[in-house]
């Protein structure tokens, strides 16, 4: 994923995401079931196609679209039921317990 750096939005009901410098970055945060750092974006903003939000695993580059931002926030967490990398690292660190 590219790196846009952040610019002024001029319409005034749409809020601007750029958390880190990063353009339509809302957060990134580290997923606690696999470690991995997941963001959520505002698609338009971040220049990514799909829905208006995206939850993506910054780590292996996966993504998943939502309709809303609370459903983003909702999927942050479980990179391991959308990222298929996320998935098999939690499958090996579900046998090793």
Known sequence: M???KCQRNHRPS????CHGGVQGCVI?????STRAHIG???????????????????DHGRMMTHTTLADAHYHAPMPEQWCADCRAHFKRKQGAL
Do not use: K, N, P
């Not at 959520?40 to 910054?58: K, P, S």
């Open 28 to 32: 990134v945060r580290r997923a606690q």
């Open 40 to 58: 959520v974006y505002r698609c338009e903003q971040a220049g990514l196609v799909g829905d208006e939000w995206a939850t993506v695993c910054e």
């Open 14 to 17: 749409t809020r601007e995401y």
């Open 2 to 4: 590219s790196v846009a």
